[in-house]
C-alpha cells in the first residue's frame, strides 16, 4: 500500500503530532523528558507500523524517524509566535527557564 520512506514520513508526522498533542496537557514537557517521550513514541511506532529487527538498517530508520519527527515539532514551535506554554504548548528551553512565562501570564 505505502512504501517504506512514505511510512517512515508519515510515522514521523505522527510521533510529532503525539507529542505536541501530549504539550497541550503538560506545558512544560520539554527538554530531556520531551527527548525520551520521543525516543518511546518512535520504538512503539516502529515495532507496530515495521516489523522488529535488531539490525543496523532498523536502527537507521529509528534514528532517522526520531530525527524528523523532532525536526517537525521543532519547527512547528519555532514558526509559532506565541512563547506562553499555555497558548503554545512547544516552549523553547528547561522548565526553569519557562516558569516565569507560565507565572506572568
Request: overall charge neutral; cysteine-free; glycine content about 10%.
Amino acid at each position: 500500500m505505502f512504501t517504506d520512506p512514505e511510512r517512515m514520513l508519515f510515522l514521523a508526522v505522527i510521533v510529532a503530532g503525539v507529542l505536541q498533542g501530549l504539550k497541550l496537557f503538560v506545558p512544560l514537557l520539554n527538554g530531556f523528558g520531551a527527548l525520551a517521550l520521543n525516543a518511546v513514541l518512535t520504538a512503539v511506532g516502529l515495532f507496530v507500523v515495521f516489523r522488529f529487527e535488531l539490525t543496523w538498517t532498523m536502527l537507521a530508520v529509528y534514528l532517522l524517524i526520531g530525527l524528523a519527527a523532532a525536526g517537525i515539532h521543532g519547527t512547528a514551535t519555532k514558526i509559532s509566535d506565541h512563547p506562553s506554554p499555555h497558548e503554545n504548548p512547544t516552549p523553547s528551553g528547561t522548565p526553569a527557564q519557562n516558569y516565569g512565562r507560565m507565572v506572568d501570564n
